[in-house]
DNA sequence: CATGAATGAGAATTCATTCAT
DNA sequence: TATGAATGAATTCTCATTCAT
């Protein structure tokens, strides 16, 4: 009589494959690429070596999928926002805050996004992934553009730069003191920063 | 009789010393801080990998080294900018333009900047690095509030997304066609995001 | 109540014996003992490789088999011919050619009986099977000699380098081109060269 | 003052290099290519792994060098019997005589020549080293036949039985008795069976 | 019995650092 | 003092074998 394969297995199996992401996820998130080696994650996950390349089948895939993953996540997120009703700017703060705030809150992706990856493919994952985050912003700057509620400005490097302003809150610890409380203001800051700088700046 | 260095011997080691400095800083902009092992680094200066030791006691102390003398060039730059004449919009335009034209120019710095080093030695002082960058726009934004030039805002934060507008403008190749002038574009761009983003936009 | 193993079930088991030694069989002939992984040769069967270890305790097991069974079937045809009627000499170049032109035919038994196994029982196996094939050599020439039809000669030597020399016809692409025509000459040069070799050369 | 590398340490290196080799070479003679593993090299050697790379690229250049360099001398040393004087029969014979002579004597590059190397390009050096043994017996062929003295005949057949019935002789314990004498009727009866299949047979 | 996920030892390769010369 | 050969730990990846289901 075969041998069938029980619900709880498959379970156990989906279950190892998210845990070794998640140990990959969070090895970056702590100390880059660097501490993310297979050995280190096998051993987060409570898995052997061995056992990582059951799931992917090299070290990149695996590190690209981390990276797509998150990113996929965090996309998703802006483009809800972006695709909201109300006014653009409304929208463009809110996609910022959502992204900033997520960032502030824990390690995730942030660190990966940023940091040099070792592998080659990996590091070509990661520059599609900032192109991604980018054509949400762009969307909102040609519809605002469009609509004269934002100046005429160039659209590639506006979103570029929002980019790389809200990832500079991924890098550095801004403001080391009053956790909490300093995050809230760096999260307003960075909103307002970029609401400023496509001309979306509130009617004060 | 005790031994005398003799000048000339002096000057081969200093030398030696900027060679060192030269061929890593020239390797990491090459290629990250993954091409920059001190067997290449030594190979390029001309030199033995024993003799790096001589001049640096570890690897991680030489890239050191690299990023801070490269952040020294380049923050003086800024600094003389910041303490121009003129009002402050248009020096933190020209901080700013100073600052992208040399990344755009060529692959120098820029890199070892934003890469992930593989040292957490290094690491550390690229953080550093990207605060020390932060301090100009920071004394140029509390200039610019204090006269009531700028509107008011969160100094720590702008400073922060000014540098991580531009970087970001160091690792993506925003437009790969025509180069010459659509950097030009580029560099505009981002000039004058980050003169909006701090209310520093030009009479239109 | 024992328990009765159903001749239906023994006829499987029997099937995926037979399967597996199929599976590694085919494999060593593509690529060498290189590609005859267990995973490889069990998904070729159709099986797990758990399944693997139920008829062959190890690896080695496995392939020792994989060569002997080959080994028997080739002996057994080179057998058949030595045992025939007429002269030596046609029962001699009959058994080169025979064996030499299934071996030139296709990626068969060659490749496994000639290259390197992963596994010294197998090697072991292996030098056995080469002597096998000697021997069937060996009693032709024992019977020609005693016959004078062959001239006096070393029996040992003689049935090694009638293995040895058509051996080689497997290794190397002798004639790249021209595939059918070159395979008929080849064959028949191997066949000649041996003949002559052993004194029994055509009445010319 | 520049540091001058000495005699006596450019010995060391040559010498670091040979034994590199050689432990290669008798790992592979011992054992075939499975047991010549990088790290038993080096163990073999006296040296660590990574000074194995010192001296050889990768593992495959290491063993292509291994084939290549005992197949040179061999080559040589047959080239040298073929290019003498007197009959081609005679010569024929002496080639012969002289591999097979130096192939019982002691484990050299035998194994290594017939085994199937567990990597590719190393596979494609040892299909070429068969080649270069063939050449040298074509050109006594080619000659033979074109002064009559051997009767017509495939050359590229012959060529390749010859290599192939005195690989035998590397294989297999043709005689496990009486080393010494037997040694001596093995190497005279290959002798004879390739000097009678090429028609050289001696006017008896 | 069958399954195939998991194991874990081992293979090739890299590279910062040391030290005899 | 300079050299660069040597070290050896670390890294990625493979695969025969086992065992819970």
Same mark, same amino acid.
């Given at each position: 009589?075969?041998?069938?394969?029980?619900?709880?297995?498959?379970?156990?199996?989906?279950?190892?494959?998210?845990?070794?992401?998640?140990?990959?996820?969070?090895?970056?998130?702590?100390?880059?690429?660097?501490?993310?080696?297979?050995?280190?994650?096998?051993?987060?996950?409570?898995?052997?070596?061995?056992?990582?390349?059951?799931?992917?089948?090299?070290?990149?895939?695996?590190?690209?999928?981390?990276?797509?993953?998150?990113?996929?996540?965090?996309?998703?997120?802006?483009?809800?926002?972006?695709?909201? =009703?109300?006014?653009?700017?409304?929208? %463009?703060?809110?996609?910022?805050?959502? !992204?900033?705030? $997520? #960032? &502030?809150?824990?390690?995730?992706?942030?660190?990966?996004?940023?940091?040099?990856?070792?592998?080659?493919?990996?590091?070509?994952?990661?520059?599609?992934?900032?192109?991604?985050?980018?054509?949400?912003?762009?969307?909102?700057?040609?519809?605002?553009?469009?609509?004269?509620?934002?100046?005429?400005?160039?659209?590639?490097?506006?979103?570029?730069?929002?980019?790389?302003?809200?990832?500079?809150?991924?890098?550095?610890?801004?403001?080391?003191?009053? =956790?909490?409380?300093?995050?809230?203001? %760096?999260?307003?800051?960075?909103?307002? !920063?970029?609401? $400023? #700088? &496509?001309?979306?700046?509130?009617?004060?």
């Amino acid at each position: 009589m075969p041998y069938r394969r029980s619900s709880l297995m498959e379970e156990r199996l989906a279950d190892n494959r998210l845990r070794i992401l998640k140990s990959a996820r969070a090895l970056v998130a702590e100390g880059g690429f660097r501490q993310a080696s297979i050995t280190a994650v096998a051993a987060r996950a409570g898995l052997s070596t061995g056992a990582i390349y059951r799931y992917f089948p090299a070290k990149a895939d695996l590190f690209v999928e981390v990276l797509n993953s998150a990113v996929d996540y965090e996309v998703a997120m802006l483009q809800k926002i972006a695709d909201g =009703k109300g006014d653009v700017g409304t929208r %463009l703060r809110a996609a910022v805050r959502s !992204f900033v705030s $997520r #960032a &502030v809150e824990g390690p995730n992706l942030a660190y990966a996004f940023i940091a040099e990856p070792a592998d080659l493919e990996v590091e070509a994952a990661r520059l599609i992934c900032r192109e991604r985050f980018g054509e949400v912003f762009k969307q909102l700057l040609r519809e605002g553009i469009a609509a004269n509620v934002l100046p005429a400005q160039s659209i590639d490097v506006g979103a570029a730069c929002i980019v790389g302003a809200f990832t500079e809150a991924l890098v550095r610890p801004i403001t080391p003191n009053a =956790k909490r409380e300093a995050s809230k203001a %760096l999260i307003e800051g960075i909103v307002e !920063f970029c609401a $400023r #700088a &496509v001309g979306a700046a509130k009617a004060s």
